[in-house]
């Protein structure tokens, strides 16, 4: 009979246990919802002396905006680093708009290219990656989405020197002349920053396994957007600067402005 018991409580605990598992949100993702909104992590000395990079990021946009950045890494000056993020204005006249960008800035004409005929829906889940060997203005990015390499168009041709470091890493924005003026407008759920180049099907297997695998040599910083000091509830909560984000990748101590809101969801399980 007490085995019977034992057996039961078992049972008991693993099913609300099971329960409270399907219930639970996660807490992985920021919603950005202002202009000046974001992330902002400090200097990250292994990017900042790369020659070439990889990013991959997951994000869900909620409406259209003039350009909104994703991942950048510039100097507070904006004349190095580089830029991921989206742009519904291109410069391009006879290109469509909603697309992904990657800008490189150098010594003379910055470096823009944008995808071909991808364009980017609002509410809806993406994964995208760029690969940008830096080394040579001649180098074109290789982009991804959703674990697929997409056509792109060189926009404006680098001149000069390629300079890709910077001194902030910002998820959600663009830091350029001591402001934040190019937000996200949707969630981003986290990112991955290599200082090498990567192959397209280890970035695409990134997409493919929902985040569960992806490369770990040259992984220099990966701000997981999952919890923040101070907070007991993630979900629903505004993020104020005391609410920091640490990279557990870098170590690096992610800062929020602007009041982004943490979000709990259930995508990435």
Same mark, same amino acid.
């Given at each position: 009979?007490?085995?019977?018991?034992?057996?039961?409580?078992?049972?008991?605990?693993?099913? *609300?246990?099971?329960?409270? !598992?399907?219930?639970? =949100?996660? #807490?992985?993702? /920021?919603?950005? @919802?202002?202009?000046?909104?974001?992330?902002?992590?400090?200097?990250?000395?292994?990017?900042?002396?790369?020659?070439?990079?990889?990013?991959?990021?997951?994000?869900?946009?909620?409406?259209?905006?003039?350009?909104?950045?994703?991942?950048?890494?510039?100097?507070?000056?904006?004349?190095?680093?580089?830029?991921?993020?989206?742009?519904?204005?291109?410069?391009?006249?006879?290109?469509?708009?909603?697309?992904?960008?990657?800008?490189?800035?150098?010594?003379?004409?910055?470096?823009?290219?944008?995808?071909?005929?991808?364009?980017?829906?609002?509410?809806?889940?993406?994964?995208?990656?760029?690969?940008?060997?830096?080394?040579?203005?001649?180098?074109?990015? *290789?982009?991804?989405?959703? !674990?697929?390499?997409? =056509?792109? #168009?060189?926009? /404006?041709?680098? @001149?000069?020197?390629?300079?890709?470091?910077?001194?902030?890493?910002?998820?959600?924005?663009?830091?350029?002349?001591?402001?934040?003026?190019?937000?996200?407008?949707?969630?981003?759920?986290?990112?991955?920053?290599?200082?090498?180049?990567?192959?397209?099907?280890?970035?695409?297997?990134?997409?493919?396994?929902?985040?569960?695998?992806?490369?770990?040599?040259?992984?220099?910083?990966?701000?997981?957007?999952?919890?923040?000091?101070?907070?007991?509830?993630?979900?629903?909560?505004?993020?104020?600067?005391?609410?920091?984000?640490?990279?557990?990748?870098?170590?690096?101590?992610?800062?929020?402005?602007?009041?982004?809101?943490?979000?709990?969801?259930?995508?990435?399980?």
């Amino acid at each position: 009979m007490k085995k019977e018991i034992v057996m039961w409580l078992i049972i008991a605990v693993l099913v *609300v246990g099971l329960l409270l !598992g399907t219930q639970k =949100a996660e #807490t992985m993702a /920021v919603n950005f @919802t202002a202009n000046d909104q974001a992330i902002v992590y400090d200097a990250n000395s292994q990017l900042n002396s790369a020659s070439s990079i990889s990013v991959a990021v997951a994000f869900k946009r909620s409406m259209r905006v003039n350009i909104h950045y994703l991942v950048t890494n510039l100097n507070d000056a904006g004349t190095t680093g580089f830029l991921v993020g989206i742009r519904d204005n291109s410069l391009d006249a006879t290109q469509n708009h909603n697309k992904l960008t990657f800008i490189a800035l150098t010594s003379g004409d910055l470096g823009i290219w944008e995808t071909g005929a991808n364009t980017i829906l609002d509410n809806t889940e993406y994964t995208v990656s760029v690969t940008y060997d830096a080394s040579s203005v001649l180098n074109d990015p *290789v982009i991804q989405i959703n !674990g697929a390499v997409v =056509a792109i #168009t060189e926009i /404006v041709t680098p @001149t000069g020197t390629i300079n890709i470091a910077g001194d902030k890493l910002v998820i959600g924005n663009a830091w350029l002349s001591s402001s934040y003026d190019y937000g996200m407008d949707g969630i981003i759920r986290g990112a991955k920053i290599y200082n090498a180049i990567h192959s397209s099907a280890s970035l695409a297997d990134i997409y493919t396994s929902r985040w569960a695998s992806y490369p770990k040599n040259s992984l220099v910083s990966c701000p997981f957007l999952k919890g923040a000091a101070g907070l007991q509830i993630f979900d629903g909560a505004t993020l104020a600067a005391g609410n920091t984000i640490v990279d557990p990748c870098s170590g690096a101590v992610g800062v929020p402005a602007g009041d982004p809101v943490g979000v709990g969801e259930t995508y990435l399980r």
